[in-house]
Structures are given as C-alpha cells and as structure tokens.
C-alpha cells in the first residue's frame, strides 16, 4: 500500500481509501484529445507553410503615350494584384517618387495618376511634358510598368493660313496651309473648301494639295483626335 505515512484525522478520509489513477494509463478521452489538438496544430502549421507568396502582376497597366488638354486632364490607372497585395506608387523619368503637386498632380488611393484640369498659367513641363513609371511593390518583389509618357497642351485659338500663289496658265500651283508652329503637333488639315464645298484629303496627302486653278481657298482644320 503506497499510502502508508501516519493516518491524519483532518485528512478527508475518501483520499486515503482510493488512490489517484496511475499516468500512465490517461483514460481513453483524453488520448483522443490530445490527437485532435496535435492534427489540429498540423493541418494549421501545413496551411501556413502552403500559403505561397506570389511577386505583383499588374491588372492594369498605364499606357505608352499619353495626351490631354489643359480643359480636359487625365487619369492614368494602375493596378497590380499579388501575395500580399502589393502597394502601388509613381516615379518620375530620373527614379524619383512622385510628390503631389497642388492642383497639378496626385495620386489617387486606388494609385492612379490624376492630373486634374488646369488654367493655362499653371502649365508645368515638369508635370505635363514628362514620364512616369508605376512601381508595384510587395515584399515578394517588385515590378516595373513600362514608362508612360505624358504630355499635356493647352487649348488656345490658333489661325491656319493659305498665301496666294501666282502661276503661269498651265502650270502647277501648290497651295500650302500653313500650321502655327506651336500646334502643328496636334493638327491635322482634313479638308479644303473649294467655291463653298469641301474637298476631303486622304491622310497622305495632309500638308501639300495640289491645284490648277488658284482659287479663293479656305481652310477647316480640326484637332486631331487623340
Ligand atoms: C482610381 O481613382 C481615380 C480618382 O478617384 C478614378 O478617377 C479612377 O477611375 C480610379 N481607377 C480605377 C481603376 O478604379
Ligand atoms: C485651358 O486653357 C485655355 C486657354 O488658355 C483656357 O481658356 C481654359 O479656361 C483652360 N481650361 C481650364 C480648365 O482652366
């Protein structure tokens, strides 16, 4: 009998007649017990280890060329997915990360690139006539867009002008419309108007027209869709 030390008469008297259930044999609910707990720890630990990181992808990328007018402004989007999710940012051609610039240039909470409409005093080259590159970052990598580049122009009243030519009857006269300069990037002559009714220009032809006769010419040119 292991309970041999002297009988305590304070001593619960049960305690004395039966002794505790040797370790060694747990009844058979706590073995069970125990196995749920370490397969549940398994399965939890295997699940960790097979949550894969994945590098960013973009879902969105920006496109190469960008143009807008002062009256218009611009969104370019830029969205990229990855575990974990990556965070999105801007950088400019010379690396450095785009700031906001009040008015001019932000960056949205989704990370697209807002240059809002802007009075044409505040045209900046810096903002308006540069490139940008979206960064999409994650501790499983980063990825580079390709580099868009950006131009904005301001809308203003320009004038095209057509100077008289004087031939010799039967020889050729060329009539050229002449583009300010400051615009010529973003106008295209698409047709002439000849005794009041247009002449329309194959896309080749959109600087030069030739005539035989000098007429009275007027000129309609439109922007350029962009
Ligand atoms: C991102 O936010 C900007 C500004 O709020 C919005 O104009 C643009 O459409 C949004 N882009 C996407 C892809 O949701
Ligand atoms: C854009 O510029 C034109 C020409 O200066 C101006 O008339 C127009 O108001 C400007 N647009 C905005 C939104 O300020």
Redesign the pocket.
């Known amino acids: 009998m292991r309970h041999s030390r002297p009988h305590d008469p304070r001593a619960p008297r049960v305690s004395a007649s039966r002794p505790p259930p040797p370790f060694s044999t747990p009844p058979r609910s706590h073995v069970m017990l125990w196995c749920l707990i370490v397969l549940f720890l398994a399965v939890k630990e295997g699940g960790a280890a097979g949550r894969v990181t994945q590098g960013p992808t973009f879902t969105?990328e920006p496109p190469r060329h960008l143009h807008f007018t002062n009256s218009s402004g611009a969104?370019v989007?830029c969205?990229a997915e990855g575990v974990p999710a990556p965070a999105l940012f801007w950088t400019t051609g010379d690396g450095r990360r785009v700031e906001q610039v009040e008015g001019l240039r932000e960056v949205?909470?989704?990370?697209?690139l807002?240059f809002p409409p802007f009075p044409a005093h505040r045209y900046d080259a810096h903002v308006h006539a540069s490139t940008y590159t979206c960064r999409a970052s994650s501790p499983a990598g980063t990825l580079l867009a390709t580099p868009t580049l950006v131009r904005a122009v301001v809308v203003g009243h320009y004038e095209v002008q057509v100077y008289d030519q004087v031939v010799m009857t039967g020889n050729t006269a060329v009539l050229r419309c002449a583009v300010p300069s400051y615009v010529q990037e973003y106008v295209t002559v698409t047709s002439w108007v000849h005794d009041r009714s247009f002449q329309h220009l194959s896309l080749a032809a959109w600087r030069y027209v030739t005539v035989v006769v000098v007429v009275v010419v007027v000129i309609v040119v439109v922007i350029r869709k962009w």
Do not use: K, L, P
């Not at 949205?108 to 697209?112: F, Y």
């Open positions: 969105i969104v989007d969205m949205a909470a989704n990370g697209s807002v």
